[in-house]
């Protein structure tokens, strides 16, 4: 009669202690060989003296009163005060439209939404001076994101992606009329809208508002271009390439002060033009010319069999690249999207030499605007950096969710 193995040695022994667990976690990761050890043992006696140092400042040097005594500087610049409403009713249309984003997506949208109506919420709860009225619009954004949501509910399933971006572009020109009001001839200013000058819009609404509109109106520009570029046509071809080539030349603080000088030749002498609508149009232009080669690059990995399979299904060569390659080649480039995202949210912050007031520089100007808070540096420094990280990195985390959703890298 034959014996198993357990019979004849008995169960086998455990596992050493310091292959499992934290402790083999550790010598995996941190301590599997000398060399490993050394540089984790100096890293770690480094971060140690940073940390040590970074909470000496945190506690006992640093003075956040140049924050806390400005904060609707730094979210809305000069803005006039009696029409605060403003900017709280377009940031209503924008939490409408991430609730009507959760009933659409799901799981890629439904954090970022949730973090963001709960990061207003606690806002709105925090005690400083502010009117009932403004307190009010900004508890009412968590019942905005729910009508959105509840709205998306009575749109087919099939056809929520294409109203997503119709009301997309809604509220984003929506949000601009109200923020900088308007004045139509004979009529006025409805509803109370009447414009602001360009120096009255800044603070982190102005880099907002610029990367917004640059994300929405870029993408749809660089898909043009690149499949201009590839187009069989010569003189369409042409045209894209010479002005992907030529836009991507020129650095963007050269189209800024061009935007300034020699874009308002271009309208009627009697349109007088505001600097917010020609950074807008001028960081559009740039962010395009860069996206368009970031599509074209997508398109060009497509494996040729693709463009076979839907011509032997006897699709026409616009129904091949709009059905199979170009929703191909998107999918192949959402990081080099999101990170040109990135980048554009980042390049917002150069309006100041335009003369705007941007977030970063209220900052710089507050530092040398007021001698109590001329070596306040850090503080404002480190505080614009951590507001650039949270929309940087929140843009990224929703990129990866989307990335793993679609199953990119994968086959």
Same mark, same amino acid.
């Given at each position: 009669m034959s014996t198993t193995t357990a019979e004849r040695f008995g169960p086998a022994p455990p596992p050493p202690a310091f292959t499992v667990g934290w402790q083999g976690w550790l010598r995996m990761n941190l301590f599997s060989s000398w060399s490993s050890g050394i540089v984790t043992i100096a890293l770690g006696v480094a971060l140690f003296f940073a940390a040590l140092g970074g909470v000496r400042w945190l506690i006992f040097?640093?003075?956040? =009163? *140049?924050?806390?005594? @400005?904060?609707?500087? %730094?979210? *809305?610049?000069? %803005?006039? @005060?009696? #029409?605060y409403w @403003?900017?709280?009713? =377009?940031?209503l249309l924008v939490s409408g439209l991430m609730g009507m984003a959760w009933r659409t997506w799901g799981g890629p949208a439904r954090g970022f939404a949730a973090a963001f109506g709960a990061l207003v919420f606690v806002v709105a709860l925090i005690p400083y001076q502010m009117d009932v009225l403004y307190r009010a619009l900004l508890l009412a954004v968590p019942a905005a994101m729910a009508g959105g949501y509840y709205c998306a509910h009575f749109i087919p399933e099939q056809s929520r992606t294409k109203w997503f971006g119709i009301t997309g572009a809604g509220v984003l020109i929506a949000s601009l009329l109200v923020i900088a009001g308007f004045s139509l001839p004979g009529i006025g200013s409805p509803a109370g809208l009447h414009p602001v000058t360009e120096s009255e819009v800044g603070g982190l609404m102005l880099n907002l508002l610029l990367a917004a509109f640059g994300i929405i109106a870029s993408l749809p520009i660089g898909i043009a271009l690149a499949l201009g570029r590839r187009s069989r046509l010569p003189v369409l071809k042409f045209a894209c390439v010479a002005f992907i080539e030529t836009i991507r030349g020129v650095p963007l603080i050269t189209l800024l002060f061009m935007s300034r000088h020699l874009l308002p030749l271009t309208f009627p002498e009697n349109i007088d033009v505001s600097l917010l %609508?020609?950074?807008?149009?001028?960081i559009t232009i740039f962010s395009s010319a860069y996206m368009a080669e970031n599509v074209r690059g997508g398109m060009a990995a497509v494996s040729p069999q693709q463009s076979q399979a839907g011509e032997a299904l006897g699709l026409k060569q616009w129904q091949t690249t709009l059905f199979i390659t170009l929703p191909q080649g998107l999918r192949n480039i959402i990081p080099a999207i999101v990170g040109q995202f990135i980048s554009l949210f980042k390049d917002t912050s150069l309006v100041f030499i335009i003369g705007m007031l941007d977030l970063v520089e209220i900052g710089r100007a507050?530092? $040398?605007?007021?001698?109590? #808070?001329s070596d306040n540096g850090m503080e404002v420094y480190l505080f614009l950096a951590l507001v650039?990280? *949270?929309?940087?990195? $929140?843009? =990224? %985390?929703? $990129?990866r969710r989307i990335e793993r959703t679609l199953g990119v890298g994968r086959r």
């Open positions: 040097t640093s003075d956040w =009163a *140049v924050i806390t005594d @400005r904060v609707p500087l %730094y979210i *809305v610049g000069t %803005y006039p @005060r009696e #029409y @403003r900017p709280e009713i =377009a940031l %609508y020609l950074s807008g149009i001028t507050g530092l $040398s605007g007021k001698i109590e #808070y650039f990280w *949270v929309f940087t990195f $929140s843009m =990224a %985390y929703i $990129s």
